[in-house]
């Protein structure tokens, strides 16, 4: 699978690379975005867990936004996996849904590890597996999507 090193992280902040470019606009866009929301969770951590609670709802809430703008891009395409990654999409939620009700009734301490390991499986498998095909089937069709 993807290599986990493509992203470095210390404890509090996870590291944007451009490895993880898909040379597609919006979705280049939205997964940077994600990452500042994931490193707020991160420097959150120290806050508190309403403070963590907050940011991972809001990092959450974009999460949806974002895979609701690709479910509807893969639909207009006809794209043929669109259900696989849709259901990726769908499970990473659950995931997130998930860690958000064990924050609650746990502290930040205590999921930091698991949120690490899915936002590594989001950032490492889902963007360069899922995404990067859909980005490739647009570009083999020579449709583009408004690519930079
Ligand atoms: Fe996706
Ligand atoms: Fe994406």
Same mark, same amino acid.
């Given at each position: 699978?993807?290599?986990?090193?493509?992203?470095?992280?210390?404890?509090?902040?996870?590291?944007?690379?451009?490895?993880?470019?898909?040379?597609?606009?919006?979705?280049?866009?939205?997964?940077?975005?994600?990452?500042?929301?994931?490193?707020?969770?991160?420097?959150?951590?120290?806050?508190?867990?309403?403070?963590?609670?907050?940011?991972?709802?809001?990092? &959450?809430?974009?999460?949806?936004?974002?895979?609701?703008?690709?479910?509807?891009?893969?639909?207009?395409?006809?794209?043929?996996?669109?259900?696989?990654?849709?259901?990726?999409?769908?499970?990473?939620?659950?995931?997130?849904?998930?860690?958000?009700?064990?924050?609650?009734?746990?502290?930040?301490?205590?999921?930091?590890?698991?949120?690490?390991?899915?936002?590594?499986?989001?950032? &490492?498998?889902?963007?360069?597996?899922?995404?990067?095909?859909?980005?490739?089937?647009?570009?083999?069709?020579?449709?583009?999507?408004?690519?930079?």
């Amino acid at each position: 699978m993807a290599s986990n090193e493509i992203v470095s992280w210390g404890n509090e902040k996870i590291e944007w690379s451009d490895d993880l470019l898909l040379q597609a606009e919006q979705d280049d866009e939205d997964h940077r975005e994600m990452f500042a929301l994931m490193n707020r969770v991160f420097s959150a951590a120290r806050l508190g867990a309403d403070v963590v609670t907050s940011a991972v709802a809001d990092l &959450c809430l974009f999460t949806r936004e974002h895979f609701t703008r690709e479910q509807h891009s893969m639909e207009s395409a006809g794209y043929p996996d669109c259900e696989a990654h849709r259901y990726d999409h769908e499970y990473l939620i659950f995931q997130l849904d998930v860690l958000i009700d064990r924050l609650m009734l746990s502290g930040p301490e205590l999921v930091a590890e698991e949120l690490v390991d899915l936002l590594k499986r989001w950032l &490492c498998d889902h963007i360069l597996t899922y995404d990067s095909a859909f980005v490739e089937f647009l570009r083999e069709r020579g449709r583009g999507r408004e690519v930079a």
